[in-house]
């Protein structure tokens, strides 16, 4: 009777062991988290600008108008001819009050972010170097 009891408890966590990888499935490349950036806002007469590592990337009035007072969270990917598989996602926080563009600090909930600014309590832009 044990010897059943062992036999039938050894084939069920065996079974579990060999499910688990169908069910969960394999790491692979498309599974890497890769945590987002931001940057700074600016305002050029009535294009809001995002500046970005070499230059300046700008939302004119015609593409969007944003409202004149508000929060907003923009989320953008750059993806670069040279560098192949590696785009850059920008997630910025800002707000705008009479016109006016302001940088805000994303929270947690806004932004992914790298596993030190959780851990050592780093600056943002420290996380991002």
């Known amino acids: 009777m044990?010897?059943?009891?062992?036999y039938r408890f050894l084939w069920s966590g065996l079974l579990l062991l060999?499910?688990?990888?169908?069910?969960?499935?394999c790491p692979g490349p498309g599974d890497r988290m890769r945590p987002d950036?931001?940057?700074?806002?600016?305002?050029?007469?009535?294009s809001v600008c995002f500046n970005v590592t070499d230059g300046k990337l700008?939302?004119?009035p015609s593409f969007y108008r944003f409202?004149?007072?508000g929060q907003f969270i923009v989320e953008y990917l750059l993806?670069?001819?040279?560098?192949?598989?590696?785009p850059r996602n920008f997630v910025v926080t800002l707000e705008v009050n009479h016109?006016?563009?302001?940088?805000?600090?994303p929270t947690e909930r806004e932004?992914?972010?790298?596993?030190?600014?959780?851990?050592?309590?780093?600056?943002?832009a420290a996380c991002q170097r």
């Open 67 to 69: 409202p004149d007072k």
């Open 79 to 86: 993806t670069s001819a040279k560098h192949e598989g590696k």
């Open 37 to 46: 950036e931001t940057a700074q806002v600016s305002q050029q007469d009535e």
């Open 18 to 25: 060999l499910s688990l990888p169908v069910l969960t499935g």
């Open 111 to 124: 932004i992914s972010l790298p596993y030190c600014r959780y851990a050592l309590d780093t600056p943002l």
């Open 2 to 6: 044990v010897k059943i009891f062992e």
């Open 99 to 105: 016109g006016h563009v302001y940088n805000v600090t």
């Open 58 to 60: 700008c939302i004119p």
